[in-house]
């Protein structure tokens, strides 16, 4: 790691304000040790807790009602399901996504959080030889997939991602995409103290959401793989799944706690901290292909300011003229539209600007690749996607395949030596210390932590072993 880098994600330490995105580098940065982590994550969460109104936050008051408080939850989450499906069958239109280019947009905006799925519950595999958090190890060690990568929830979320051809668009994200996923990633790394705030926040977000349930059915109607969204509805269940467990770690950890208000309190903080940052609701509600488009222009912009002809002008100045700075661009497609270049609302084969990206002969074939073509395509047609009789166009993807084929050539001395080592030794317990920071929230998606989470839930889980 060069020496620049590793002193500015040390600087993160010091500083009092910083970004959400460089504290996410900074969790996730396998250079910098546990320690350090813990005392930047015991001061960022402890900041958060202060800064935040926990007083109405929804929670049983009779905490022997919790289980039925949940189940209650999740029954009415799936009647408004029922309710929605209700509605499609009697011929309304989907309710999240109108178009392929607004699922996009979803799932590039709530990457930054999945990619940071069960990053919360690291801190309990270090107690993996005390029995009362072997339930909430056992729902960290799932969210891992068990050491399987087509189980493993980064896994798939990044699978997804690059075959949907999505992985450039994550990294122009605004700052208040990282303020949750800093969250989970900080309590990955808190100290014991803040053991309760983990289990209330763990209780919160194995809670069913009707969202869930929505988005699942609408990405599977466009035609876009649900895998990921789907595992959630299935392993978050209340009969014997996360959520099960979860209420499970609960119960087991109240009753060792003296004081017990102290730790309800805890709780409901921990609880609390879920709704913080953006949620999948608010993106929801905020799905704005305008400023995606703009975003895929101006990008666009950087490379082609000094190629366009200069016998192309409009409103008196040259297309070069128009791309050259990023506040030019906005302007240019306002009077690509005004010019009839660009015809919003309407089949984008009735577009000039569509055909010259879009067709073999146009002059800009090429320059947009197909899931940039999807979302233009998607944002000129609008409306027009949801009215009767329209054939919308699905751009053909190129479908990468890289999970069936992945195969590395290099050898992977860092797994080799892991496996050596856990061959070589006889104690259980030096096993478990030396498989552990492979299984954190930087590494257990690789090939050595996919490896190590195998060895781990053998350890640990057998049972779970035939699951695999």
């Given at each position: 790691m060069?020496?620049?880098?590793?002193?500015?994600?040390?600087?993160?330490?010091?500083?009092?304000?910083?970004?959400?995105?460089?504290?996410?580098?900074?969790?996730?940065?396998?250079?910098?040790?546990?320690?350090?982590?813990?005392?930047?994550?015991?001061?960022?969460?402890?900041?958060?807790?202060?800064?935040?109104?926990?007083?109405?936050?929804?929670?049983?008051?009779?905490?022997?009602?919790?289980?039925?408080?949940?189940?209650?939850?999740?029954?009415?989450?799936?009647?408004?399901?029922?309710?929605?499906?209700?509605?499609?069958?009697?011929?309304?239109?989907?309710?999240?996504?109108?178009?392929?280019?607004?699922?996009?947009?979803?799932?590039v905006?709530?990457?930054?959080?999945?990619?940071?799925?069960?990053?919360?519950?690291?801190?309990?595999?270090?107690?993996?030889?005390?029995?009362?958090?072997?339930?909430?190890?056992?729902?960290?060690?799932?969210?891992?997939?068990?050491?399987?990568a087509?189980?493993?929830?980064?896994?798939v979320?990044?699978?997804?991602?690059?075959?949907?051809?999505?992985?450039?668009?994550?990294?122009?994200?605004?700052?208040?995409?990282?303020?949750?996923?800093?969250?989970?990633?900080?309590?990955?790394?808190?100290?014991?103290?803040?053991?309760?705030?983990?289990?209330?926040?763990?209780?919160?977000?194995?809670?069913?959401?009707?969202?869930?349930?929505?988005?699942?059915?609408?990405?599977?109607?466009?035609?876009?793989?649900?895998?990921?969204?789907?595992?959630?509805?299935?392993?978050?269940?209340m009969?014997?799944?996360?959520?099960?467990?979860?209420?499970?770690?609960?119960?087991?950890?109240?009753?060792?706690?003296?004081?017990?208000?102290?730790?309800?309190d805890?709780?409901?903080?921990?609880?609390?901290?879920?709704?913080?940052?953006?949620?999948?609701?608010?993106?929801?509600?905020?799905?704005?292909?305008?400023?995606?488009?703009?975003?895929?222009?101006?990008?666009?912009?950087?490379?082609?300011?000094?190629?366009?002809?200069?016998?192309?002008?409009?409103?008196?100045?040259?297309?070069?003229?128009?791309?050259?700075?990023?506040?030019?661009?906005?302007?240019?497609?306002?009077?690509?539209?005004?010019?009839?270049?660009?015809?919003?609302?309407?089949?984008?084969?009735?577009?000039?600007?569509?055909?010259?990206?879009?067709?073999?002969?146009?002059?800009?074939?090429?320059?947009?690749?197909?899931?940039?073509?999807?979302?233009?395509?998607?944002?000129?047609?609008?409306?027009?996607?949801?009215?009767?009789g329209?054939k919308?166009?699905?751009?053909?993807?190129?479908?990468?395949?890289?999970?069936?084929?992945?195969?590395?050539?290099?050898?992977?001395?860092?797994?080799?030596?892991?496996?050596?080592?856990?061959?070589?030794?006889?104690?259980?317990?030096?096993?478990?210390n030396?498989?552990?920071?492979?299984?954190?929230?930087?590494?257990?998606?690789?090939?050595?932590?996919?490896?190590?989470?195998?060895?781990?839930?053998?350890?640990?889980?057998?049972?779970?072993?035939?699951?695999?």
């Amino acid at each position: 790691m060069p020496v620049a880098v590793k002193k500015h994600s040390l600087e993160l330490l010091d500083k009092n304000q910083q970004s959400y995105c460089d504290l996410v580098s900074f969790f996730q940065n396998p250079d910098i040790s546990i320690h350090v982590k813990e005392k930047k994550a015991s001061s960022f969460l402890r900041h958060e807790i202060q800064i935040m109104n926990s007083d109405t936050v929804e929670f049983p008051s009779n905490i022997t009602k919790i289980q039925d408080w949940i189940k209650n939850n999740n029954k009415m989450q799936c009647l408004e399901y029922q309710s929605y499906l209700e509605r499609r069958k009697n011929g309304a239109g989907r309710e999240y996504f109108k178009n392929i280019g607004q699922a996009f947009e979803f799932l590039v905006k709530v990457a930054p959080v999945k990619k940071a799925d069960g990053s919360w519950l690291y801190s309990m595999v270090h107690y993996w030889n005390d029995p009362v958090f072997r339930d909430l190890i056992q729902i960290y060690v799932e969210e891992l997939g068990l050491g399987i990568a087509k189980a493993n929830h980064v896994c798939v979320f990044d699978d997804l991602i690059l075959d949907l051809g999505l992985e450039h668009f994550v990294l122009d994200l605004e700052d208040e995409y990282y303020h949750q996923p800093a969250i989970q990633l900080a309590l990955a790394y808190a100290p014991p103290e803040f053991i309760p705030e983990i289990i209330g926040f763990n209780l919160a977000y194995e809670q069913l959401p009707l969202h869930l349930l929505i988005t699942n059915y609408e990405l599977n109607e466009l035609g876009i793989d649900s895998h990921y969204f789907n595992l959630h509805i299935t392993i978050d269940n209340m009969d014997n799944g996360h959520s099960h467990l979860s209420v499970k770690a609960f119960e087991k950890i109240y009753s060792k706690f003296r004081d017990k208000n102290s730790f309800i309190d805890k709780i409901k903080i921990g609880f609390a901290l879920n709704d913080k940052g953006l949620s999948s609701r608010q993106i929801l509600k905020n799905l704005n292909l305008d400023a995606l488009v703009l975003k895929i222009l101006k990008r666009k912009a950087i490379l082609g300011n000094l190629i366009h002809s200069h016998k192309c002008i409009l409103n008196d100045k040259a297309v070069n003229e128009w791309l050259s700075t990023p506040e030019s661009v906005e302007e240019f497609v306002e009077i690509l539209i005004d010019k009839k270049w660009i015809n919003l609302n309407q089949d984008p084969e009735q577009s000039r600007f569509w055909k010259l990206i879009s067709h073999a002969e146009g002059k800009m074939y090429g320059v947009f690749n197909s899931t940039e073509k999807q979302i233009i395509y998607d944002w000129i047609a609008g409306d027009l996607i949801q009215r009767a009789g329209f054939k919308r166009q699905k751009i053909a993807l190129v479908n990468k395949n890289h999970q069936d084929f992945a195969f590395s050539f290099l050898l992977n001395e860092e797994l080799e030596q892991i496996q050596h080592q856990i061959a070589e030794t006889g104690n259980l317990a030096l096993k478990m210390n030396k498989l552990l920071p492979y299984l954190a929230p930087h590494s257990h998606h690789s090939e050595t932590g996919l490896w190590c989470t195998q060895r781990f839930v053998d350890f640990l889980f057998p049972f779970l072993s035939d699951k695999k």
